[in-house]
Each structure stands twice: as C-alpha cells, then as structure tokens.
C-alpha cells in the first residue's frame, strides 16, 4: 500500500509544480505571441496563440517610437553599478556578521529583516528629500545610491550564509601562518566566496534592471530614465496602450532578466538556502 501511495504522492507533485510552471510561464508566452502579431491580430475578438501572420513591424515601431537603447544603456549603468558596489560593501560586512556573534551582528540581522518589512511608498518621500539636499535629483548616481542600499540587506543576509559554510580551521591556520583579518579575507575566505558573491551580484543586477518606482520618482529628463520607466511611454494620455510595440519592448526588456536568471538559478538556490538553515 505504500508504495501506490508513494507514487500517487510524487506524481500530485510533479502535476503541482506543473501547474506552477505554466502559471508562470503564461504571461511570458502570450508577451511573445503579442509582440509578433500585426495589429488586426491585435484587435480580434477571436486571439490566437500563434500569430497567423507574424511581423517584426512592432519591434520597429518601438525603436522608432521610443529611446530603448539610450534606457537600455541607463539601465545597464545603473544596475551594474549598484550590483558592484552592494557586493563589495557587504562581503566584509557579511564576514563580520557570520563570525562575530555579538550585538553588531544582531543589530545588523534585525536590520536585515526590518528594512525588508518596509514597502517603497513609506520611504520615498523622505528618501527624496534626502537626495534633493544632496543634488542628485534627477541622476543616474543619485538612482545607483538608492539601489545600493535598498539591495544591501539581502546582499547581506545572502552572503552571510556562504560565509558560515566555510571552514574556521581554514581562517585558524591562516593566522598561524601569521596572516592577519584582512589578508585572511582576501586571500583565503574571498576565493572560496565567489559562487556567493557571483550570485549576489547578478540577483543585485536583476532587482535593479528590474525596479520601477524609484525611477519614476527621481528621474524626470527622458534621456535618463531607464528602460522600465520609458515602456510606460507606450500608454496614451487617456491610458489606452499602443499593444503591438509595448509587448516587442516589453519582451526584450525581459530578455537580459530571464538569460541571467536561468545562469544563475542553481546558485541563487543554493545560497538562499545556506541564509536560511546556518543564519
């Protein structure tokens, strides 16, 4: 009886995690069939799948309409920068919080989880006026800032796991060969780091590429704005979306997102999972 039970068990999950997956992927797939369908497709009242007569002429149109490249290129700036910058703040800050147990590390893991807790409309109105006073309103550096922080606490908490997964004996015989805290960090802890960090950076790099309020709010001249903030320029005033070229530069904003993920997944896996259980 058990093993009937067993069977019908394993395959009630794999219809599960089935269903799951094309619940997920619908939206994806109907973006694609969207982005390739001439506009009398668009406009039936009988949607197909399939385009039944596919055409790049929305790609087109989204390139002529709108500045994708120059967005594509903030966008690219930003993200890479605040992934940089959030990984190389939060290794060492990482080490001290797996190493040290002591009120440092408390405090930093009760701001781990706090600032997670608190959602974007709360913040935004003190966090402009913050980069007002500081001039960088309406800037790419100003913009990288905000994502460097706001990706900091699960830099943190993300690296912190991959860092208790490493052996103290090999930090203990370090120090015998006389290496202090520093040389220990780069030289010993680092290289065993860079599965975590490679993943830190590249799941910092989509959460940027991906964010969309911040950059509503604090970049107001067109050719700053990133590629998130420029599709809603394929809304008309009274809010009716030209369809055809939104979903073509839907899609190819998604591209770059979706590549990474799939590189990355195992890893991303994998060090949530070493947060969780040694955190």
Do not use: C
Not at 31 to 39: E, V
Not at 261 to 273: D, E, H, N, S, Y
């Amino acid at each position: 009886m058990s093993l009937p039970t067993g069977r019908a068990a394993r395959a009630g999950q794999y219809l599960a995690l089935l269903a799951y997956l094309v619940f997920l992927a619908f939206p994806f797939l109907w973006l694609l069939s969207t982005a390739f369908k001439p506009a009398r497709e668009l406009g039936s009242l009988h949607p197909t799948w399939i385009p039944v007569d596919p055409t790049l002429d929305n790609f087109r149109q989204a390139f002529d309409e709108q500045p994708l490249l120059q967005a594509a290129a903030n966008s690219l700036i930003a993200a890479v920068s605040a992934a940089l910058i959030a990984v190389t703040i939060a290794t060492p800050m990482a080490y001290v919080m797996a190493r040290h147990r002591g009120r440092l590390a408390t405090a930093a893991t009760g701001w781990v989880v706090v600032s997670q807790a608190f959602p974007f409309v709360l913040v935004i109105i003190p966090l402009f006026l913050v980069l007002k006073n500081l001039h960088l309103i309406n800037s790419l550096s100003g913009l990288i800032l905000v994502y460097v922080v706001w990706s900091l606490p699960f830099a943190l908490w993300m690296l912190a796991g991959y860092v208790r997964a490493v052996p103290t004996e090999l930090e203990e015989a370090a120090a015998v060969d006389g290496a202090g805290r520093v040389r220990t960090l780069v030289s010993v802890v680092a290289p065993l780091l860079a599965p975590g960090i490679v993943a830190t950076a590249l799941f910092a790099f989509i959460t940027a590429w991906n964010e969309f309020f911040f950059a509503l709010v604090l970049l107001k001249t067109p050719e700053k704005q990133t590629l998130p903030v420029v599709l809603t320029h394929f809304l008309g005033a009274e809010g009716v979306a030209d369809l055809g070229p939104l979903a073509a530069a839907a899609f190819l904003a998604t591209l770059p997102s979706l590549v990474l993920f799939a590189f990355i997944q195992r890893r991303i896996t994998g060090g949530m999972t070493a947060g969780a259980v040694r955190g």
